[in-house]
């Protein structure tokens, strides 16, 4: 069983407690794919100088954000950690040398999508951090080279968001025309398997609005990386809200 690559436009914290349109599409998709066997997870909020994957047996649920009802600051995914799959993922790099780490945890770019997939919270889950001084073509390869272990049954999950400016953030529905622009360019790209342009960037139009920092943006390289010569991407949630965030999903395999 080869496993899906997926893709999630993870937005406010608040989709993990909230009934709407995002939190439904993930419930959704956690019924509509096949049962993974763990879930190997990179997320926008782990940042690091190298690449750790959490590898202890029961990871903490971290709760990074300040201000949010108590509902949600005191929510709490059990998830079972796994650190055999925290060693299959250090034995498919090649390009780099991946730390076991067992002080991070689950933080809101893991669990917040997590828990409305797998509310059971029966299946395990590792957490591969991002290294912050690696190259957008570094992610990619790394991602690829983690694509191996779909065919051992295990879900590659990116969590960020495509187009995310909180500075320029407004309380509205819809998303600014460049917002908008630019998250239309990059499904572009990637019904095109344009990746090459996806990992430069910078180059692309609106990308100082659209990505003034990288750290939401890298996990989907990750996840292009990991979708290897599967190019049929489904998109889910593809619109931009907040002005400035894009909540698009997308999905390579069945």
Same mark, same amino acid.
């Given at each position: 069983?080869?496993?899906?690559?997926?893709?999630?436009?993870?937005?406010?914290?608040?989709?993990?407690?909230?009934?709407?349109?995002?939190?439904?599409?993930?419930? =959704? +998709? @956690? /019924?509509? *794919?096949?049962?993974?066997?763990?879930?190997?997870?990179?997320?926008?909020?782990?940042?690091?100088?190298?690449?750790?994957?959490?590898?202890?047996?029961?990871?903490?649920?971290?709760?990074?954000?300040?201000?949010?009802?108590?509902?949600?600051?005191?929510?709490?995914?059990?998830?079972?950690?796994?650190?055999?799959?925290?060693?299959?993922?250090?034995?498919?790099?090649?390009?780099?040398?991946?730390?076991?780490?067992?002080?991070?945890?689950?933080?809101?770019?893991?669990?917040?999508?997590?828990?409305?997939?797998?509310?059971?919270?029966?299946?395990?889950?590792?957490?591969?951090?991002?290294?912050?001084?690696?190259?957008?073509?570094?992610?990619? =390869? +790394? @991602? /690829?080279? *983690?694509?191996?272990?779909?065919?051992?049954?295990?879900?590659?999950?990116?969590?960020?968001?495509?187009?995310?400016?909180?500075?320029?953030?407004?309380?509205?529905?819809?998303?600014?025309?460049?917002?908008?622009?630019?998250?239309?360019?990059?499904?572009?790209?990637?019904?095109?398997?344009?990746?090459?342009?996806?990992?430069?960037?910078?180059?692309?139009?609106?990308?100082?609005?659209?990505?003034?920092?990288?750290?939401?943006?890298?996990?989907?390289?990750?996840?292009?990386?990991?979708?290897?010569?599967?190019?049929?991407?489904?998109?889910?949630?593809?619109?931009?809200?907040?002005?400035?965030?894009?909540?698009?999903?997308?999905?390579?395999?069945?």
């Amino acid at each position: 069983m080869s496993m899906p690559a997926l893709f999630v436009g993870h937005g406010k914290p608040m989709n993990a407690i909230e009934d709407n349109e995002f939190s439904r599409t993930w419930t =959704e +998709l @956690g /019924k509509s *794919m096949p049962r993974p066997n763990g879930v190997v997870c990179i997320s926008a909020h782990w940042e690091t100088d190298g690449t750790c994957v959490t590898a202890m047996e029961h990871p903490a649920t971290i709760h990074d954000f300040t201000g949010f009802p108590a509902a949600l600051e005191n929510m709490v995914y059990p998830a079972p950690g796994s650190p055999e799959l925290a060693e299959r993922v250090r034995a498919t790099a090649r390009s780099t040398r991946i730390r076991p780490d067992r002080s991070w945890g689950l933080d809101h770019g893991a669990w917040s999508v997590l828990c409305r997939m797998y509310p059971h919270a029966d299946i395990p889950v590792v957490q591969v951090s991002l290294d912050m001084s690696a190259p957008p073509a570094f992610h990619y =390869e +790394l @991602g /690829k080279e *983690m694509g191996e272990l779909r065919k051992e049954g295990i879900l590659i999950l990116g969590s960020g968001n495509m187009v995310h400016n909180l500075r320029n953030m407004a309380w509205q529905q819809g998303g600014f025309d460049w917002a908008m622009q630019s998250d239309a360019a990059m499904a572009d790209l990637i019904v095109a398997a344009n990746h090459q342009a996806l990992i430069d960037y910078p180059n692309l139009p609106n990308a100082r609005q659209a990505i003034p920092t990288e750290e939401h943006y890298l996990p989907l390289l990750y996840v292009l990386g990991a979708a290897g010569a599967d190019n049929s991407p489904t998109f889910f949630n593809d619109r931009v809200t907040l002005g400035s965030i894009s909540m698009r999903c997308v999905r390579f395999g069945q």
